[in-house]
């Protein structure tokens, strides 16, 4: 099985910002993709769209994940509103086959941070990347970078090896993959990732 996993945003486009912080979309989504193909490369083979923070066009992600034979695609974005909005939500292109993606993520997303707003499973087709994708494609919004309470708990590396760990449980429940509930505790997780990361 492969998986393209797309980081959103990068280089000069920086996405969405934290006005309680500064922390940039580009910067967050960029870690979780990083934790996301270590929790991965065990089970399935993993592309990325981008490696660290640098620009990639929306032409060249589908570009490659198409030519690579991608089984399926996901995108790892945070999401921004003028109001106070928080939760999260993935989005689709619509077909069966992307749905039944999307909901085995937003399941383990909604497992994993049962108090957090559950803003559902939405159809998109005007989303570039779901849209030139030739694969089942979901993007993935964890929370609003806009909402301070929000933007504060995603500036922990433990909400987003948390948000990592949900994304990879649903993509391997789309497989049918079997995953061993790990022994080592959050923390130890944590410490584990950030040195294959080198952080």
């Known amino acids: 099985m492969k998986v393209t996993v797309d980081a959103g945003h990068g280089g000069d486009d920086s996405g969405a910002r934290g ?3 500064g922390y940039f979309e580009s910067h967050a989504v960029l870690d979780i993709a990083l934790r996301l193909r270590a929790l991965l490369e065990t089970h399935v083979e993993v592309q990325m769209t981008r490696e ?14 198409n030519e690579w034979g991608a089984d399926i695609f996901v995108s790892i974005h ?4 003028t109001t ?12 069966y086959k992307s749905r039944d993606l999307a909901n085995k993520v937003g399941w383990r997303h909604a497992a994993a941070f049962p108090s957090q707003t559950n803003r559902g499973i939405k159809t998109r087709g005007n989303i570039f990347v779901l849209r030139k994708t030739d694969m089942p494609a979901i993007l993935t919004e964890g929370c609003f970078l806009s909402n301070d309470t929000e933007n504060q708990w995603v500036s922990l590396p433990e909400t987003r090896q948390q948000m990592a760990e949900a994304i990879c449980l649903g993509i391997l429940d789309y497989f ?7 022994e080592l505790t959050l923390e130890e ?11």
């Open 19 to 21: 006005k309680l912080n």
């Open 189 to 199: 997780r944590v410490v584990r990732i950030e040195k294959h990361l080198g952080l």
């Open 176 to 182: 049918g993959i079997e995953s061993n509930k790990p």
């Open 52 to 65: 660290d923070d640098t620009f990639v066009s929306l032409p060249e992600r589908c570009r490659m994940a």
């Open 78 to 81: 945070l999401n921004a509103a």
């Open 84 to 95: 106070d909005a928080d939760g999260w939500e993935v989005l689709t292109s619509g077909s």
